[in-house]
Each structure stands twice: as C-alpha cells, then as structure tokens.
C-alpha cells in the first residue's frame, strides 16, 4: 500500500499535495504519471493527447498561465 511504501522508503518518496481539480466524471483512477509544462502554449498538451495514453495520466503544468 501507499502509507508502506513510504514508510519504507521515506527518504525517496514524494506524495503531491492534494491541489487538483477534478474536471471529469471518475473519482478515483491511477496509472504512469506523465507531466507536461506548457506555460502560455498548450502545443504540448495537444501532441501527447493524440497519442495512445492507455494506462498513463496526464498531469499538466501551466506555471500559473
């Protein structure tokens, strides 16, 4: 479980704050994190939403723009 593995590996694991906004209908979901920064240009976004994202979420970083 999560709160093992970072009991066991405290020293090098992170848990992001819970700050997102959910925009969809699921509640609960997981997968291979991918992040993209797209500050003021969301070419990037447009690019890895076209291809096969199957098991992936996409966390997008648009430094406050």
Do not use: M, W
Not at 12 to 41: M, S, W
């Amino acid at each position: 479980t999560l709160p093992d593995l970072c009991d066991a590996h405290a020293d090098c694991i992170r848990v992001a704050e819970p700050i997102f906004t959910n925009y969809g209908a699921t509640l609960c979901f997981g997968g291979e994190i991918v992040t993209v920064k797209c500050f003021e240009d969301n070419s990037k976004v447009k690019q890895l939403v076209a291809t096969n994202g199957h098991g992936k979420v996409l966390v997008v970083d648009g430094g406050g723009s």
